[in-house]
């Protein structure tokens, strides 16, 4: 068959990993003038930032992908695993430091709280069976009803109706520590207080097989993707934006897909690691989707957007480690501001990354690169970025120079700041949300968009808006779910 991936985020690199590993034709069209989408890397006065995801877990899922051509990761690239996984530091000036090992886990929580000792155990035990029935259905499609019921038990078993912050605190009880065990789904564009408990699987992943980090940063673990897709004979075109998907009329097929420049592609299948929403709405004529209209697909629930300022500094700060949560002052109503008011707050909290402090590589000598990273409501919301921004990104820099980085503000060198525009225009994101459809308990599985349309036959979903939803594991296993099933129609 061939085959035409629009993407070349994970998504659409598993997926045409795969597909070219089971014989067929595979071409990748990207917008972007090279591979990674949200994963792309910003390089300027010898800086090097990772734009998009840092957080590698399940490492075997790359190792799987490898595979496939008889090939071994660590022959492309160097995961290594980091301690801590997190730094979670408070305004208080308590710092939790977040790893795998449970015995340095469960001392911390004695210095914060001896009494939650006992109700972090039974939380610890509860992630191992969420883990096993979650984890499970990560590479399976959701395409119809009944494949909800068959695992409907487990889910109401391991009360998937529950938060992750309602799982979380049934156990927990000081706030800090709440915290530190709820915080996950902001990851993948959730809100820990409506995110399914499902999401709780997380703890037990990173506690079990690690927190990693690509040598080189996550842009290298897209160019060794790349480039062995391309070295199984797949052909990536970069500058190549889709217009539209051709669809025949009264066939429910698509032929291929026509670019900006005018260029055809014939298909037989076509997958969409491109944002769901946009590729229905923009990329497919409406009278060819009677069921994904554009009315269904603006009533789904978004994910937050993000506002990230990439700088680098001259001077080192060795206090600072290489993934930081840095809590504000409140927390539920703060993430109701950003997700459910869609209001600008003037407190945040952040997270702080700072990958130099394990590969110096990405900056020059005696300097840090870093990205700064503060969730805010998406487009929905009405904020006037172009008013606003400069003075958010330096109420975020003067915060971070006032509690953890002092004298910032001299030591930067380089900068760039994105905010929500950037995910709706560079990265033609519905809202400019940061990770596609909300990961709630109604928009996950069956209810999220599936992986292959109900509308046109050969067209395919991969990526954060389908199933099984945002974060590496995600991405790249809706990868798998999207060959698997053109391989089982071929």
Known sequence: MKIVVIGAGFGGLAAAIRLRAQGHDVTIVEKLERPGGRARV????????????????????????FALGDRKAEDYVKLVPLDPYYNVRFEDGSVFHYNGRHDDIIRQIREFNPADVAGYEKFARTTVDIFQTGFGLIDRPFLRF????????????????????????????????????????????????????????IHHLEKEWGVWFAMGGTGALVRALAEFFQELGGVLKCNAEVEEIVVQDGSRRATGVRLMDGELLPADAI????????????????RHRPVNTDKRMKGRRYSMSLFVIYFGTNRKYDNIAHHEILMGPRYRGLLDDI?????????FSLYLHRPTATDP?????????????????????GTNWDEVGQSYRDAVIGYLEERY???????????????????RDELNSHLGSAFAVEPILTQ?????????SEDIANLYFAGAGTHPGAGLPGVISSGKIVADLIGRSA
């Open 42 to 65: 910003f390089e300027q006065d010898g800086f090097t930032f990772d734009a998009g995801p840092t957080i590698i877990t399940a490492p075997w899922l790359i190792q799987d992908l």
């Open 146 to 201: 009944s494949d909800m019921l068959r695992v409907a038990p487990d889910l109401i078993r391991l009360q998937s109706y529950r938060s992750v912050a309602g799982f979380v605190n049934r156990h927990i009880k000081d706030p800090r520590l709440q915290q530190v065990f709820s915080f996950h789904p902001l990851l993948v564009g959730g809100n820990p207080f409506q995110t399914t408990s499902i999401y709780a699987l």
């Open 271 to 286: 997958v969409s690691n491109g944002d769901v929403a946009n590729t229905y709405m923009r990329l497919v004529k409406a």
């Open 339 to 347: 997700f459910t008011r869609k209001h600008l707050s003037g407190d």
């Open 361 to 381: 590589s990405l900056a020059p000598p005696g300097c840090d690169c870093w990205y700064v990273l503060s969730p805010v409501p998406h487009l929905g919301g």
């Open 405 to 423: 980085m002092p004298g910032l503000s001299r030591h930067i060198v380089t900068e760039r700041v994105i905010a929500p525009p950037y995910f």
């Open 444 to 452: 996950s599985a069956w209810f999220r968009p599936h992986n292959r």
